[in-house]
């Protein structure tokens, strides 16, 4: 053999060592460690490992659930479970024929995946990684070992990165767009000839209708025994759907290590902590959008003038595929805002004169990805509010944080239109429509001037929206705390100056839950609450949020049984006499609680559905000056009414077969197989921290929104310490031994003390390893 040979057919081994070599490395590798109750705890050497192991996790509790999700963002869901089936969108039961033409027409995936491109190569591996973890899992297990849910439906596909964005869009336009969906789909030209019948468009349901809430503590070193920061985060969020909660923790050698929870198939983590900072999140009070009033032309009402130019609106037909029957097909417009929208209870209406266009600061929003990559990577509250206010991705949520250090942030700094009032006086439509800001908060501008589209300013993330130094923040060192009001009583004992309503009044009266809070924390810290000492550790924080304390019936309770005395019968709605002898003996015995041994706690329940509606409750006035303690005393006038309301729920309970004194533990409970397990809490609306909504099923209560995720979080030198609870469980599969077991431990009020550190996690007697790659 020539040297020239020998040369050439080493250099061809060495290729092929090197080529194999190459091959032989992954592209995505991740270790699972699952900890009691099913908590995986996910390593990786970068960021694509960290998706793939958490999507790989997540599907083996519950692939079904983002199977169906994946089905509804696509518009398939009349195509594959018919059109009159319903599933749930923006919080809402939505129609699945109305949801598909929702998203069909509405979902821009080529302008998302612009904006994804966009973002930091970390958080865009992440989202890779997450794909290919989800159909890891599914090429992985034969058929029989999927759930049953959906084994066998044609609807369970590999994954792509365009369900993923659609997915993200969802999520982000919950609180705007996703909520104004009927109204959306209900727009047509008053020329066009009917189409196919869809509900009527009634009225969207806005954050504080639809009852999303939360609880979010964050408790600074001036008032914490350990001098450093002590967190509750406490979301009330659906227990069923794709917003359920997910818990994980994702480590990256030296770049990222957090804990917490994620919303079900979204890479990263929503709320949870690091070794130096703690956060959560409650629902904001910002509009994220507002409408545009259009003048347009009297010969075509689908063109439309702006500054004088007359344009014409982009029109589609979107097609939806129905099973059992022939497609159906509907016209869509859109105007330079965005989609056209109809809510003719309020003149909201498409005429031959004019219409409105919705435009939604959250459209097209995948910022938020890196804004949860840069709070799960902050050492500091600082950081934290730099990053939301660089990125303008939060969507929906204030953020309150605390920090090792003792500092605390309360942070309404989201994707919001940059309206002020001035300009909204300014841009007020021609039809008188921008009253609208005042009775139900809804903007309306004049879409025919082009100085009325919503205000640029220089630097911020997306044009038009407010700039993240212009909206509510603020650092301390004693408390900040939030219960889905506005930020003017972030902290009780300074209350702050009026921003741009369109993120939320200022000065009015607050819901029951926040004075509840702002009450208890002002006991703890008086040492007036009945707990040892005066100062904020994570065990008097657990007890104050699970002293399950009703604030309205402490309010209502003494001036009801005063009436009751006076005379001890009512009428019900249904014109029926009903004594109310025992309804009240009841009453006065409650200790106004609801833990799972309190008993009346559901008569007051339903008394109070009724009660809190009637005009002129309150004796005594909402006091600015006083907003904690204020509206308060049952005004006499409204005695018959109350023993109406006081009537109704007698009669509801008997019809139901439910005694008066039933302890609430077998009244509000969990369906799990055949257990009926107590959950203890109660409606927020009532003032209970601990917030449970609950609808009747037969004779009893069954939890379907409220406490999800618990945590309560502080640092020692070692690291973060957390104890957390997911109510409802990891796992939607019946079949998982995770599917019951926190929601058993919660009706004890237990806790689990999340592991941390890899020798925290080694030490847990059942830990379960999997490693995944390829």
Known sequence: MSARLSALLGAVVIGLILAGG?????????QISRTAYGIPHVSAADYGGIGYGQAYAFAQDNLCLLADKVVTVNGERSKYFGPDGVNTVAFAETKNLESDFFFRANLDVAALKTNFDKLSADYRDMVLGYVAGYNRFLRDTPKAALPVACRDGAWLRPLTLDD??????????????????????????????AQAALDAPGLPLEPEQFGLGSNGWAFGRDVTANRSGVLLGNPHFPWETT?????VHLTIPGRLDVMGVTIGGAPGMSIGFNKDVAWTHTVSTDRHFTLFELSLDPADATAYYLDGKRLTMAAKAVTVEVKDGPPQTRMTYTSIYGPMVVMPQVGVAWTAKSAY??????????????SWLGIARARSVEEIKAGITKTLGIPWVNTIASDREGNVLYADITSTPNVTADFA???????????????????????????CNWQVAAGTASPGLMPGEAMPSVVRTDYVANSNDSYWLANGRAPMAAFPPIVGPAAVAQNLRTRSGLMTIEARLAGTDGLPGKSIDPASVQAMLYANRNLAADLAIPDLLKMCAAAPSGTSTAGKDVSLVGACTVLAQWDRRMNVDSRGAHLFVEFWRKAQRIPGLWATAFDATDPVHTPRDLNDTASPALKTALADAVELLAVKG??????????????????KIPVHGGEGGDGVLNAQQSAWVGSGLVPFHGSSYIQVVTFDAKGPVADAILTYDQSTDPASPHYADQTLLHAKKGWVRLPFSAAEIAADKGVKVTTISE
Not at 178 to 186: E, H, P, S, T
Not at 435 to 442: E, G, K, N, Q, V
Not at 658 to 675: H, K, M, T
């Open 658 to 675: 439910v005694a008066l004194d039933a302890p609430w533990g077998e009244v509000q409970y969990a369906v799990r197989g055949d257990q």
């Open 22 to 30: 190459a091959q032989a490395a992954p592209r995505y590798k991740a």
């Open 243 to 247: 917003n359920r909660f997910y818990e």
């Open 357 to 370: 266009a919705l435009r939604d600061a959250n459209k097209n929003n995948v910022r938020s990805g890196d």
């Open 425 to 451: 006086k300014t841009c007020a439509p021609p039809s008188g429509l921008g009253a609208l800001a005042a009775t139900a908060r809804i903007y309306v501008l004049d879409g025919a001037r082009s100085a």
């Open 164 to 193: 993923m964005l659609r997915l993200n869009e969802e999520r982000m336009i919950q609180a705007s767009g996703g909520a104004w969906l009927r109204q959306v789909n209900a727009a047509a030209p008053p020329t066009l000839k």
